[in-house]
């Protein structure tokens, strides 16, 4: 009676549905998803028991286990002495997200001017003047139609990568935080400036502070975009990285490893993300 | 104290003596580009002299140019003709001449209730690097203690000090905004429209206030307002402005009056039949002819027919 009445107060508009409900129905999907798999999988398999498209619960563990543990093929075998723990380091898996994680962080790092040069537009009107518009055309840009130019500039390694992330994502960052700093009210530079700011302390001390929360969570808005970028240039030109191991493995119908490297890319962007969030919280208090 | 010593310490920020400090408007239109082509005149040639400890409240309907003429005065917006100038130096820019407290957005939403009285100051104590030194940490005690003094005279408690505007009330904000803009001792003190958004009883407790800290310091005060009582009761002079008709060659200011000043509590004053008088003389003259389309005339020789208290000082 109780849970019909829970069930029932979800559809309330005004309901205040009970922590150990919404708890539960937020892994509702996490869990329909997963039965819906198996239930295919297994129903392919009976029909097929050689089938690589869906494999099986076990075959996924097997999978993780490999990607995990075994060294990519291209490098030199362990030792037959070695360690889990060389094992796991020397790992596909570990190998991978450490030359992915690399090149997503440098990116991430060359995007903070990005944030700089938009608090600028917005609150300097010569730097608006000269930069608003270039930055309105080359946003327009689809970034994936420079990546033969990146190749021939910056080679076929790192860099290439990095800076087609960089263009990708930096002019929406540019002009969301020009917006953002845009929609500061005019009373709070105003008053600023009767406070004995000087032009520094308006746009870093009152402007950059106040749009610091909304610029993280377009910093994590863009998390996927980031990803979709380097994805990009992992797939089409690249010795290691996730989305390299799965372009490798989509060639031999691998999706034992690929499926497993979704669900890590996933969970890894999930969990920055949620640090990302975590941390706005804790540095501003007040948003 | 504390100021005191950061005007010593800060040479070349020195706040301006109060005594020297006026506004001055001199023949003031302001034109506005409309959207679809042509121009529309808010001011126009408006002269205005406003002396060294002067509160005058701005009074006047929607779209008379309050608002603009507070923002010229502050260094926002420029006139298309004539000149503006406070303490004899015309306006340029914004600056810390002018205190301000707007309606909205007073407070800097990322600093708690301290830090946003404190911001001011510090700014004008030293810059950036100067808060790496000793002196300045010593500076910020002192000034501390001088801001939460003046935060409880405003009515708030020391648990206040530490939380972030959102977590107070409009009225509250208010307070804080005022003493925000009251400790930097600013010679001229601006406020547009500040006590309109909040609840009858705050806003009364607030005047009161007002007209306390302004008695104590006498700053020059320009205070725009569309509410008569509380221009009446706060200022020792009302500027009465009309929207400019277009091809009228005459000036916005409909009435310049002074205001008999007394002692007396403000809520008392806001009984007296003196008081209520005035508040309708000013509304007959001020806005019944301009709400048929009339425009006054010589409503300035009405004003002053006016009978003061006998008790008034001015």
Same mark, same amino acid.
């Given at each position: 009676m109780s849970a019909m009445s829970g069930l029932l107060e979800l559809a309330d508009i005004q309901g205040?549905?009970?922590r150990v409900w919404?708890?539960?129905?937020?892994?509702?999907?996490?869990?329909?998803?997963?039965?819906v798999y198996l239930q295919f999988s297994i129903a392919r398999?009976?029909?097929?028991?050689?089938?690589?498209?869906?494999p099986t619960g076990a075959q996924l563990m097997a999978g993780i286990h490999s990607a995990v543990m075994d060294q990519? $093929?291209?490098?030199?075998?362990?030792?037959?002495?070695?360690?889990?723990?060389?094992?796991?380091t020397h790992g596909m898996l570990w190998k991978d997200t450490v030359a992915s994680g690399e090149r997503f962080g440098i990116s991430l790092l060359l995007l903070a001017p990005a944030i700089l040069l938009g608090l600028h537009m917005a609150v300097f009107p010569l730097a608006e003047s000269v930069f608003l518009r270039f930055f309105l055309f080359f946003d327009k840009i689809v970034a994936l139609s420079l990546l033969p130019i990146l190749f021939i500039v910056f080679g076929i390694d790192q860099w290439s990568k990095i800076m087609l992330m960089v263009i990708g994502v930096g002019p929406t960052l540019v002009l969301d935080t020009y917006n953002l700093a845009k929609a500061v009210p005019r009373e709070q530079v105003v008053k600023a400036f009767t406070l004995k700011s000087s032009n520094l302390d308006v746009a870093y001390r009152v402007v950059l502070k106040q749009i610091f929360p909304q610029v993280l969570n377009s910093v994590r808005l863009n998390l996927k975009?980031?990803?979709?970028?380097?994805?990009?240039? $992992?797939?089409?030109?690249?010795?290691?990285?996730?989305?390299?191991?799965i372009a490798l493995m989509r060639r031999h119908m691998g999706m034992d490893i690929i499926l497993p490297y979704l669900l890590w890319v996933a969970l890894l962007l999930f969990v920055l993300d949620g640090a990302l969030r975590l941390a706005n919280r804790r540095l501003n208090p007040w948003y | 104290m504390v100021l005191r010593a950061m005007e010593r310490r800060t040479k070349t920020r020195v706040m301006p003596k109060q005594a020297e400090t006026e506004i001055t408007l001199r023949d003031v239109t302001v034109r506005y580009k409309m959207a679809g082509g042509g121009t529309k005149t808010v001011l126009h040639r408006l002269n205005a002299e406003i002396r060294a400890g002067e509160f005058v409240a701005v009074l006047g309907e929607t779209g008379c140019g309050k608002s603009t003429l507070l923002r010229m005065v502050l260094g926002q917006e420029f006139p298309s003709d004539g000149a503006v100038t406070v303490d004899g130096k015309p306006v340029t820019r914004i600056d810390a001449r002018c205190g301000y407290v707007p309606q909205k957005y007073a407070l800097f939403p990322d600093r708690t209730v301290m830090q946003n009285v404190l911001y001011g100051p510090e700014n004008a104590?030293?810059?950036?690097?100067?808060?790496?030194?000793?002196?300045?940490?010593r500076f910020r005690r002192e000034l501390r203690a001088e801001a939460a003094q003046l935060l409880l005279r405003m009515g708030l408690k020391a648990a206040d000090f530490g939380k972030y505007p959102m977590q107070l009330s409009g009225g509250m904000q208010q307070r804080v905004a005022i003493a925000q803009a009251l400790l930097m001792r600013p010679p001229v003190l601006l406020m547009d429209e500040a006590f309109s958004a909040l609840d009858p009883l705050t806003r009364s407790s607030l005047q009161q206030q007002m007209k306390d800290l302004w008695m104590e310091t006498k700053p020059t005060v320009l205070f725009v307002t569309h509410n008569?009582?509380?221009?009446?009761?706060?200022?020792?002079?009302?500027?009465?402005?009309?929207?400019?008709?277009?091809?009228?060659?005459?000036s916005n200011v409909l009435m310049d009056m002074q205001v008999p000043h007394t002692n007396e509590p403000l809520a008392v004053r806001k009984r007296t039949r003196e008081f209520e008088q005035l508040r309708e003389h000013v509304k007959q003259c001020a806005f019944r002819e301009t709400e048929t389309g009339l425009i006054a005339?010589?409503?300035?020789?009405?004003?002053?027919?006016?009978?003061?208290?006998?008790?008034?000082?001015?």
């Open positions: 205040r549905p009970k919404t708890q539960t129905l937020s892994w509702v999907l996490f869990a329909l998803g997963v039965a398999h009976r029909e097929n028991p050689d089938d690589r498209v869906m990519p $093929e291209e490098d030199d075998p362990l030792e037959d002495g070695a360690s889990t723990w060389q094992r796991v975009p980031l990803a979709l970028f380097l994805f990009a240039g $992992e797939m089409i030109a690249s010795t290691d990285g996730l989305a390299y191991r | 104590f030293c810059g950036w690097m100067g808060r790496l030194l000793p002196r300045f940490w008569t009582s509380e221009a009446l009761l706060l200022a020792t002079r009302v500027l009465v402005l009309k929207p400019h008709v277009e091809g009228e060659t005459e005339g010589a409503t300035t020789a009405q004003v002053q027919e006016m009978p003061r208290r006998g008790d008034a000082a001015e």
